[in-house]
């Protein structure tokens, strides 16, 4: 756990200590999985913040114990790569991306159950029979941080599509790019054909999807950065444009550098260029060769790096 990112170890203890919450509450008589769940939204229960808290909750203990592996198994690798920021960010956004979709899913199966009752309903007249029904409705709840996991999956699978992963019973090496391609197919065949099994499916889906638009994005926009220096150089475009309206010149600030020596703007600039050219050029090589390719010296690059 020492060696463990900062994020990845705080998102296991926070799922492990609401599911043991959930446990000695329930004892007491609340159910925190009815209270921070995500219902659906026409259920009397629905609340927004539930997009958000379903996260942390689970039905059970294979259930957690699976999304912790997970979690542990490459979250931890993806979070060393991308950084802390930048790692919660789309742990969280793709978590509630999977929500959504698990919604819109319920909302299509709604549907269908009311016309399969009623022919002449129509999509406008579900929201009123779903009024009507909101009780009712409370009981389709998700729970479960499936969707995030799944995204991390994904995550893997694209910055390291070569890596060779061993999984039970394959008595052979699978490279992480069908193995992720696997795991697609399988939920979009259980979620076509099992849809009553009690698994999101869909919201395992809805995971990886916007999982993998987030990193398309990121793809094309390399310069859209979650660290200090990218905030910085907006804040100081910002004052320069200020300084040009007012018609003021504008000094070179000095900043202090690595060993306390005084750099300006520029130097500062300059150094972060270099730096994150350095970096990209090691993620490249993880992209190509895998990570256990890095020496010992561009893995602790890697891992200061995370740390800015």
Same mark, same amino acid.
């Given at each position: ?8 170890k ?87 991306g ?8 319920q ?11 009623? &022919?002449?309903? #129509? %999509? ?5 029979? @779903?009024?009507? =029904?909101?009780?009712? /409705? ?10 995030a ?12 599509p ?32 099992? &849809?009553?099994? #009690? %698994? ?5 889906? @809805?995971?990886? =999807?916007?999982?993998? /638009?987030?990193?398309r ?54 150094r972060?260029?270099a ?34």
């Amino acid at each position: 756990m020492n060696n463990m990112p900062a994020v990845t170890k705080n998102l296991l203890i926070i799922n492990f200590l609401a599911f043991l919450a959930t446990g000695i509450l329930g004892l007491q008589g609340v159910d925190l999985n009815s209270i921070g769940g995500l219902h659906f939204f026409m259920a009397s229960d629905f609340h927004l913040y539930q997009l958000v808290t379903y996260q942390f909750l689970h039905g059970g203990f294979w259930h957690i114990f699976s999304n912790m592996f997970g979690l542990w198994m490459f979250g931890r690798i993806i979070e060393n790569v991308w950084g802390s920021k930048k790692f919660l960010f789309y742990y969280i956004s793709c978590g509630i991306g999977a929500g959504l979709l698990q919604e819109l899913a319920q909302f299509v199966s709604f549907y269908f159950i009311v016309s399969g009752q009623d &022919p002449t309903v #129509g %999509v406008g007249d579900l929201f009123q029979v @779903g009024q009507s =029904l909101a009780a009712q /409705l409370n009981g389709w709840t998700t729970v479960g941080a499936s969707g995030a996991i799944y995204a991390i999956l994904l995550a893997f699978g694209m910055l390291f599509p070569n890596e060779r992963l061993f999984i039970i019973p394959f008595p052979f090496p699978i490279k992480a790019k069908w193995f992720v391609m696997g795991y697609v197919a399988l939920e979009l065949f259980m979620a076509l054909n099992s &849809p009553g099994d #009690g %698994v999101a499916h869909t919201a395992h889906l @809805g995971g990886m =999807l916007f999982g993998f /638009l987030m990193i398309r994005y990121w793809n094309r926009h390399p310069s859209k950065g979650f660290n200090r220096s990218s905030g910085h150089e907006f804040f100081e475009n910002l004052k320069r444009s200020f300084e040009r309206r007012k018609g003021t010149g504008h000094k070179p600030d000095m900043r202090a550098g690595r060993g306390g020596a005084k750099e300006t703007d520029w130097e500062y600039n300059a150094r972060k260029k270099a730096n994150q050219e350095e970096i990209d050029r090691i993620l490249d090589k993880i992209r190509k060769s895998g990570y256990d390719s890095l020496t010992k010296e561009e893995k602790q690059k890697l891992f200061d790096s995370s740390k800015e």
